[in-house]
């Protein structure tokens, strides 16, 4: 309801800085008329199809990303000399705007889904490698000793002590991977004028239909809304007692 | 140095051990020492006794005179440099299914219920779930958890998640229990109360204990047994017998017996805790000393 009401407020504020011209409307049109221009995307533009597509590419990079960068965090926590010698060109590898390299993709995949999903995976790898490997190394010591003292074999201890006690971590990473993802998707989508939202932003912006291209923004919030939203709840019932 | 063979006599008398029945645990000459950066240095230092069948043992000293490493040998978590520990007629090399421990830091684990942490050993036994959850709600009820196995431990207080972590070491039905300053981080009143759940819980199933604490007046209460540890490196100064009447409940506390057995162990205690004070004095002041 707190969320909802600021939004509504922020709107609000939006609208009466852009009608008394404090905001130039020809950079940013009224929010009630990107409201009014739903309608209008909805029938006009496809856009259940885009957001469904730009959610699937979103989606599978997602799965991806825990098939994995998840495994490969576990490794990088278990082979000391491995994770020495990477951990430090992973965390380079987040702060790269990897976008940038996107030719490559394309030239190895072709003008396909397959060259977005391959992109937003990459973009989401570090952060969950990182979180992944910081959640295990985060573990308590003690936790880890009840286990020894209760003899549990190697396995053991990762799936009934690590792991769990690491998923608070794995699922911040998973977010943030999720986040990089679809910023990427979106932004190749505009890029190579392939399909989903990120297309349609393209060509909305070339028409100059801003309130339409700016209603077609929210639809990607919206994507986001939804992955959070559902990483949530997968969350709660993979480690309860939070 | 090897112990005393005063301190031995004391502890074959004050054992009250029937020489003709095998201890649950029986340590000797136990030495660990470590590496460090300032050379070799001897935590333990020749340290021998033994917890016989049904005993309450407790295990004091100062900060640093290594009772925890102690607790870790014997516990099977850290090596030792020389001597034996043997639980249950066997040599240990590693942690021992005979040894139920309970750490001084709280070590439930968040993610499980009450119910689900108390069965934590018995699943990993690869017990049936319905034999193991009975089971393990019986552990629940005597340690005064029943109506709560459904919570998780942020649900809980300390002193709760404490004797959940209790709960959980005796559904193992281990030979011994072995505890590691378990209500350090708790005050006062839950400690004396939480005592008061641990005779219970050893006089109900005849549980033998050994509790490393450095709280005098827990020992007293609890034991049959004090064996007061010097300063590092870590020997056993001296055996107090605790001859006062079972079943007991925190109420002892007021009894002039109890304030002669507390003042037995400071007498001993206050010597090695004032040495560890100037030790650490010593070398807080050191790196002033070479600026000057």
Redesign the interface.
Known sequence: MVGAASVIGCLTAVEALIGTGVINRHVVPLPSQVLLAVPRIIIEEDIFDRFLMTAGEAAAAGFLLVAVAIPIGVLLHRTRLVCDAVESWIGAMAAAPLVLIYPLFLVTFGRNAATIIMIGFTAGLAPVILNTLEGLRATRRVLINVGRSFKLSRSQQFWKILLPSALPNIFLGLRLGLVFALINVVGVEFLINFGGLGQLINDLAERYDLPAMYATIGCVILVCVVFFMTLERIERWLRPGR | MPASAETRREVEKGSRVNPAAAPVLLVEDLVKRFDTSEGSITAVDHVSFSVAQGELISLIGPSGCGKSTVFNIV???VPMSEGRVIVDGEAIA??H?A???V?Q???T?????VLDNVA??LE?AGMSKSERLERAMRYVKIVGLDGFEKR???ELSGGMRQRVSIARALA?TPKMLLMDEPFAALDEQTRLLLGDKLLQIQQELKQTILLITHNITEAVQLSDRVLVMSYRPGRIKRVVRIDLPRPRTSAIVSSDAFGRYVAAVWSDLREEASLGMLSEETQQSQPHQGST
């Open positions: 516990g099977g978590l590693g942690p299914p040894i139920g421990m750490f830091e709280e070590s684990f968040p993610w499980r219920t934590f050993p990993i998780y431990p942020a193992f």
